[in-house]
Nanobody, 115 residues
């Protein structure tokens, strides 16, 4: 079965950096685009970034462009989200996602940006 397990969240000061990881299993990882979403307190879940199977094509939400970088390692079934220049508005639970007919989600990892 499809499994997505996020890690790497934590508490960071404004302007700081974090790298999130998502370990995927149960499907042919190298064949599917992978996504990161987030849900802030009192907000709806929103798209953050997408990386296509080859790893050469990426999309970003306007709110994170230039600050976040999505990447993947098809040999290790991992997708990453490198976050820099973090702002308090980036505080959210971050979710890894893949669409294989249905939407599959990880359990999420909390990122808190606060001084």
């Amino acid at each position: 079965q499809v499994q997505l397990v996020e890690s790497g969240g934590g508490l960071v000061q404004p302007g700081g950096s974090l790298r999130l990881s998502c370990a995927a299993s149960g499907f042919t990882f190298s064949s599917f685009a992978m996504n990161w979403y987030r849900q802030g307190p009192g907000k709806e879940r929103e798209f953050v970034a997408r990386i296509f199977p080859s790893g050469t094509v990426t999309n970003y939400a306007d709110s994170v462009k230039g600050r976040f970088t999505i990447s993947r390692d098809n040999g290790k079934n991992l997708v990453y989200l490198q976050m820099t220049g973090l702002k308090p508005d980036d505080t959210a639970v971050y979710y890894c996602n893949v669409v294989i007919g249905n939407n599959y989600w990880g359990q999420g990892t909390q990122v808190t940006v606060s001084s």
